[in-house]
Each structure stands twice: as C-alpha cells, then as structure tokens.
C-alpha cells in the first residue's frame, strides 16, 4: 500500500507565499477592470438621459425640459428633469425609487446611480446626476429655453456627475474623484465624455474652473 505525504511547514509556507505574490499581481489588474466597467456604466446612463433630452425637445417644440428644484419633495414639484426626462424612456419616476428616502436600499443598476458613486440617500433624495442650472439661465427651474438658442451646445454642460446631493447645480458641484480622478458630463448637444479634475476643478483655489473653453458653463 502506498502511503500519503502530507505537505512540510515549508512547502505549505511556499504555497501561501505564492497565492500572495499571484494576489498582489491580480488585484490592481481586477481594480482597474473594475474602475473601466464602472466608467463604461456611468457613460452610458448619462447617454441615455441625452437621448431623453432630445425625445423631449422633438415633442416639445424644441425646448429643453425645465431643470426644477434642487432639492425636490413629491408634493413640492412636477416639474422638472428629474420629471419630465424619464417619461421619454419609459423609466420609472424618480419619487418612486425606493432608495431615493432610504439609505438602507441598495439602488443596484439604474439610470439615476454612478456605479462608482458611493453615496446614499440623506433621508429626502439622492441625485448622483446634476443638471447644469446656468442652462435655462434661471437658477430657480422656473423657466426653459430652445436648444436652438444656445450658440455651442457641444460645450455646453447639462448633466455631471456631482458630489453635491441636489438636482440642480453649478461648476462647483462636479465630482473631483470618481472616475480616474476625474468625472463625466453629458452635454446638451448629446454626447458625454470624462475630464480628467484639473479640467474643471482649480486645485490652489479649491474652486470650479470657468476658463475651460471646452467647458461653457454658462452659455
């Protein structure tokens, strides 16, 4: 009969030692993978709200929806993107989001979250997209204009991933490190794309960048 040999202290110490050295070499290579998908993901849900935005101008006599408040409650408004931009994907509304209140509430997959994003609600809402408030050129959501009224709408932002909890912001509002050090913003002419934080973000200052011509805050 042939007998068994169990491993030695040493050889199972040589074991571990490589299942570290493999571990170290693939964790920073699933990371990055991780950090792609995440991108990939968020790119794609801020396309799809400038598909909304321009079903929305098409049937609307080519006015952007209105931008509505930045901090909306569901008796407060009916009016705003957050409102009338998922009725064109037939996406369900945002007050019905469960996660919106609740912090609890894993928010999975969906149009409203940046997988990357970590934040969660603060009890009343929770926006992972900001639309830009200078678009409308009220501040207030109490007005609206015609795309074919903005002079560069390829550099001009509507959507950003923020780091603020409103709806409704400004330059300061975009996240400084959420995508590679960066963030993502659809523009109303319906593209997205990312921008490294130094694109937007004045690092002496600790203030949004206003200089950026490829960035037009304020059209």
């Not at 040589?14 to 991108?39: C, E, H, N």
């Not at 490294?196 to 200052?205: H, I, M, S, V």
């Amino acid at each position: 009969m042939k007998s068994s040999r169990a491993f030695s202290i040493v050889e199972l110490f040589v074991v571990v030692a490589v299942i570290a050295v493999l571990t170290s070499l693939l964790l920073p290579t699933m990371a990055a993978a991780k950090t792609r998908v995440q991108g990939t993901a968020c790119l794609s849900n801020l396309r799809q709200w400038g598909v909304a935005t321009a079903l929305y101008v098409a049937e609307n006599n080519d006015f952007l929806p209105p931008e509505g408040v930045p901090n909306p409650s569901e008796r407060s408004t009916n009016v705003g993107w957050y409102i009338q931009l998922p009725k064109q994907l037939n996406a369900p509304a945002y007050h019905e989001m469960p996660w919106r209140t609740n912090a609890a509430i894993d928010p999975g997959r969906s149009l409203w979250i940046c997988p990357a994003n970590p934040r969660r609600s603060n009890g009343k809402n929770l926006f992972h997209y900001c639309l830009n408030e200078h678009v409308n050129g009220t501040g207030r959501g109490s007005g609206s204009v015609k795309m074919s009224a903005i002079r560069k709408p390829i550099a001009v932002p509507w959507l950003f991933d923020s780091k603020n909890l409103p709806a409704v912001g400004y330059w300061s509002f975009v996240h400084t490190n959420l995508h590679r050090q960066g963030a993502q913003l659809l523009f109303v002419d319906g593209h997205a794309r990312w921008f490294r934080k130094t694109d937007y973000w004045d690092l002496r200052t600790g203030r949004g960048r206003t200089n950026n011509p490829e960035l037009t805050w304020m059209p």
